[in-house]
């Protein structure tokens, strides 16, 4: 049932005459930096609030029992805050991978929330890219109560492990960057405390 987006994301070219491209991360891409970057700076971008309304049937759950992971959907006024990655363009190849199911690279104007490392870049914000699953892409499941939302999260799993891990580390890492987030954490607060059982090799 699911709609491979890697495809789509070859053909989106904003970035190719660019040495360096800035992307926005707002989901598993804030906890898990398992890419090469050049600097990680933590931002924010307007107009957009987090929601688990994307279905995952390749990373945290299954094509029979869907987990469900974060996207963006939109909210005049709202702000999502989230990590920016300085990376080149080479590593959106195996981004667009991991990021297959239902997200598309689209173009977002973010404003950092702390100074460059070494102090050098100035700007407030630039253009970037950030991974976008919108509501008409297969895997889209949109909004439900937030129960029913946080019973799907505790019991789905897929090869990338417990949906549960990929919500409480969000929970955390958001935490740590001292965001407040009442969709997550009022999900993360539902979260049955038992151990996890054992995810099948
Ligand atoms: C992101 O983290 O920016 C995209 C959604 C995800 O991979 O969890």
């Excluded at 667009?96 to 977002?108: A, H, Q, S």
């Excluded at 404003?111 to 070494?118: M, N, P, R």
């Excluded at 990929?166 to 929970?171: E, I, T």
Aim: charged share 25%; glycine share 8%.
């Amino acid at each position: 049932m699911t709609l491979d987006t890697t495809g789509l994301n070859r053909r989106m070219i904003h970035f190719d005459d660019h040495e360096t491209i800035w992307l926005f991360g707002y989901g598993s891409l804030i906890w898990k930096a398992d890419f090469p970057f050049i600097e990680r700076r933590s931002a924010h971008i307007q107009g957009w609030v987090r929601r688990f309304w994307q279905g995952s049937h390749d990373h945290r759950g299954t094509p029979e029992a869907p987990g469900r992971v974060v996207t963006l959907v939109r909210k005049p006024e709202a702000v999502c805050h989230g990590m920016a990655y300085l990376i080149t363009p080479e590593i959106l190849e195996p981004l667009d991978v991991r990021e297959k199911n239902g997200y598309l690279r689209e173009v977002t104007r973010l404003y950092f929330d702390t100074l460059a490392d070494d102090g050098g870049d100035e700007r407030d914000s630039v253009e970037g890219l950030v991974y976008l699953a919108t509501e008409d892409n297969a895997a889209f499941l949109g909004d439900a109560p937030l129960e029913a939302i946080a019973e799907q999260i505790a019991q789905a799993q897929g090869p990338s492990g417990h949906n549960r891990d990929y919500l409480l580390n969000l929970a955390s890492a958001l935490r740590q960057l001292r965001v407040e987030d009442d969709h997550v954490f009022s999900l993360a607060e539902q979260m049955p405390q038992a151990p996890l059982p054992e995810m099948p090799r």
